[in-house]
């Protein structure tokens, strides 16, 4: 540790900051509206845009190769190997052609997710209770109303856990965007690492996981809202 | 059993196998080959055969989940080809093995769901759902919320049940229905559903492969044998005085004779004057069955039995020989 001031110049040091403590609730309060709090908002808007966009891309693709059986393959393949490009590979593939910005970040950030969200959501189409769909084809209901009536609320398990595990993903993928655009909590962890001030790096961070955990709980009730019957049983 | 035509309800329609045969692609046999049948409106038709033997698939066939390859078949007189195979679902009520039901659904729910794609209004939806449950015995207030997880297996198939008739269907398909309940709840759903039968007189295909149960619920009963072909077609006491050949009597087995028996009850014989010497007999209501009263006489060593009738009153007695002639006429 060098006996510099850690950093530039944030107004009058706290003894706290001046002393560089593992984490000053006084700096991180005081620079709460004006760094973390912009920060933790834009990692919930490219999260959100990315998981949006990638559950209604993974949906239409699941229900059309639950319908036409041919388009699984095809759908299946292009899905596994843009997850295994390395998002930030794919980074550096997209800037020439979209730049440094948001539509770079949303375009890797969704082809990263839509292979959890497809097959995830597609083995939930299928283990749809067979009796039921047969049940339901035999009283008239059209193809449509089944996938509406029985199909999709029977999958919503299932799509809620490929959201759960998506949404956690996507939190940690967002962060390495910092390398693209100067925005979420990546980017404050960026800052954060070229200096040795802890709260900073402490504090985004520490807001990174908990912004996980609570989208992860949050999904995890709305799920349990969405399928009352899911737990009848036990209360029954 | 049996009805006149002429007293054939109004709704129930007749259903007509003409020369149909069920080839699926691939297949060296047919599953259903050259089947012709006819159930008249209002009956019970029971499937009866081994498996493999294309019962679900003749059944499929009526509401169109199968298409023939050949023959026809018409309810009551229009052709099932004629007709949108949604219509043509939608007008006939369908229950199969396991309910069916939709578990993310309530009760009320799962029986509204064909007046909901009919666009019935809410209030006549509602007051349907209420009515039915009612008739199986599953009243609204107490059952209409729950999941069908909550229920037991004898209620969810009656709910099944409920569902298939929402819509006053004029025919029922069921595809064993009550096979996977065990055997005292089967025995009541059976006897529930024969009373419901009762009074609303659908015509109604059953499929089962069990003798018994088709003996009990059937008005005709159709053995089916490998390759889908049509052993023999007649009334249950028929079948079990004169099976058509090996297969059929095999089929219906050894104990057919006491299986008829139980087709005839007491109230069926004219009984003997009680004389004196009748006051230490085992005694029997009118409505018990020939085969119960056999096996009276048989565990007690006698060789007759009293028939007591409504309100205590002593009917007479009827002898061992009485009920060997019954089940052999
Ligand atoms: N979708 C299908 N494609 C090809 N073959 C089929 C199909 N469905 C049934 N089969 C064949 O048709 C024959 C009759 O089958 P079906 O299901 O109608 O018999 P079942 O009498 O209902 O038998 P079970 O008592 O076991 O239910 C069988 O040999 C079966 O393998
Ligand atoms: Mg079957």
């Known amino acids: 540790m060098s006996d510099q001031p850690v950093l530039p110049d944030y107004g009058d040091p706290s003894p706290?900051?001046?002393?560089?403590?593992?984490?000053?609730?006084?700096?991180?309060?005081?620079?709460?509206?004006?760094?973390?709090?912009?920060?933790?908002?834009?990692?919930?808007?490219?999260?959100?845009?990315?998981?949006?966009?990638?559950?209604?891309?993974?949906?239409?693709?699941?229900?059309?190769?639950?319908?036409?059986?041919?388009?699984?393959?095809?759908?299946?393949?292009?899905?596994?190997?843009?997850?295994?490009?390395?998002?930030?590979?794919?980074?550096?593939?997209?800037?020439?052609?979209?730049?440094?910005?948001?539509?770079?970040?949303?375009?890797?950030?969704?082809a990263y997710s839509l292979y959890l969200l497809f097959t995830t959501v597609l083995t939930g189409l299928r283990e749809v209770p067979q009796d039921a769909v047969r049940a339901a084809t035999g009283m008239g209901l059209t193809r449509r109303q089944i996938l509406f009536r029985v199909e999709l609320p029977l999958a919503v398990p299932s799509l809620v856990s490929?959201?759960?595990?998506?949404?956690?993903?996507?939190?940690?993928?967002?962060?390495?965007?910092?390398?693209?655009?100067?925005?979420?909590?990546?980017?404050?962890?960026?800052?954060?690492?070229?200096?040795?001030?802890?709260?900073?790096?402490?504090?985004?961070?520490a807001l990174a996981v908990a912004l996980a955990l609570t989208a992860d709980g949050l999904l995890l009730l709305a799920g349990r809202l969405l399928t009352p019957w899911a737990r009848s049983r036990r209360n029954a | 059993m049996s009805q006149d035509p002429s007293t054939a309800p109004v709704g129930a329609q007749e259903i007509v196998f003409d020369r149909v045969v069920k080839a699926y692609p691939g297949a060296a046999a047919p599953a259903v080959d050259d089947?012709?049948?006819?159930?008249?409106?209002?009956?019970?038709?029971?499937?009866?055969?081994?498996?493999?033997?294309?019962?679900?698939?003749?059944?499929?066939?009526?509401?169109?989940?199968?298409?023939?390859?050949?023959?026809?078949?018409?309810?009551?007189?229009?052709?099932?080809?004629?007709?949108?195979?949604i219509e043509l679902r939608r007008s006939i009520g369908y229950v199969i093995q396991s309910a069916g039901l939709f578990p993310h659904q309530t009760i009320a729910d799962n029986v509204a769901t064909v007046p909901r794609v009919l666009g019935w209004a809410k209030k006549r939806t509602r007051e349907r759902v209420a009515e039915l449950l009612d008739l199986v015995g599953l009243p609204v207030n107490e059952f209409g919320g729950r999941y069908p997880a909550q229920l037991s297996g004898g209620q969810r198939q009656r709910v099944g049940i409920a569902r298939a008739l929402a819509a006053d269907p004029p025919v029922m398909l069921m595809d064993e229905p009550?096979?996977?309940?065990?055997?005292?709840?089967?025995?009541?759903?059976?006897?529930?559903?024969?009373?419901?039968?009762?009074r609303i007189?659908?015509?109604?295909?059953?499929?089962?492969?069990?003798?018994?149960e088709a003996v009990k619920m059937g008005d005709r009963i159709a053995v089916l044998r490998e390759g889908g072909r049509l052993a023999q077609y007649d009334e249950p006491r028929t079948l079990l005085k004169e099976p058509a050949d090996a297969f059929v009597a095999r089929f219906v087995g050894a104990?057919?004779?006491?299986?008829?028996?139980?087709?005839?009850?007491?109230?069926?014989?004219?009984?003997?004057?009680?004389?004196?010497?009748?006051?230490?007999?085992?005694?029997?209501?009118?409505?018990?069955?020939?085969?119960?009263?056999?096996?009276?006489?048989?565990?007690?060593?006698?060789?007759r039995v009293r028939v007591r009738g409504a309100d205590d009153t002593r009917l007479g007695t009827v002898s061992l020989d009485a009920v060997r002639k019954a089940g052999a006429a």
Not at chain 1, 170 to 181: C, D, L
Not at chain 2, 62 to 76: F, M, S, Y
């Open chain 2, 178 to 198: 009550f096979g996977a309940l065990d055997p005292i709840t089967r025995e009541h759903v059976q006897d529930e559903f024969l009373a419901l039968h009762d």
């Open chain 1, 162 to 205: 490929a959201l759960r595990i998506t949404t956690v993903m996507t939190i940690g993928t967002v962060a390495i965007a910092a390398y693209v655009i100067d925005a979420g909590l990546g980017s404050l962890i960026l800052k954060a690492l070229q200096s040795p001030f802890n709260t900073l790096f402490i504090g985004s961070g």
């Open chain 2, 35 to 85: 089947l012709s049948l006819t159930v008249p409106a209002g009956e019970i038709c029971v499937l009866l055969g081994p498996s493999g033997s294309g019962k679900t698939t003749a059944l499929m066939m009526v509401n169109r989940l199968a298409e023939p390859t050949g023959g026809d078949i018409r309810i009551g007189g229009r052709s099932v080809r004629d007709m949108d195979p």
């Open chain 2, 201 to 212: 007189r659908k015509t109604v295909v059953f499929v089962s492969h069990d003798i018994d």
């Open chain 1, 16 to 110: 706290c900051v001046a002393d560089n403590a593992s984490f000053c609730t006084d700096w991180f309060t005081a620079h709460w509206s004006t760094l973390f709090w912009p920060a933790l908002a834009e990692h919930v808007e490219l999260t959100v845009l990315a998981v949006g966009f990638g559950f209604v891309l993974a949906l239409a693709a699941a229900v059309l190769a639950h319908f036409q059986g041919w388009f699984t393959a095809p759908a299946s393949f292009v899905a596994s190997f843009l997850y295994t490009v390395p998002p930030l590979a794919l980074f550096q593939l997209l800037v020439p052609v979209t730049g440094f910005s948001v539509l770079t970040v949303e375009i890797a950030l969704v």
């Open chain 2, 255 to 303: 104990d057919r004779g006491l299986k008829r028996l139980s087709l005839l009850r007491l109230s069926d014989l004219e009984p003997a004057a009680a004389g004196e010497d009748s006051a230490g007999l085992p005694e029997l209501p009118a409505e018990a069955t020939l085969r119960a009263a056999l096996s009276l006489m048989v565990a007690q060593g006698t060789d």
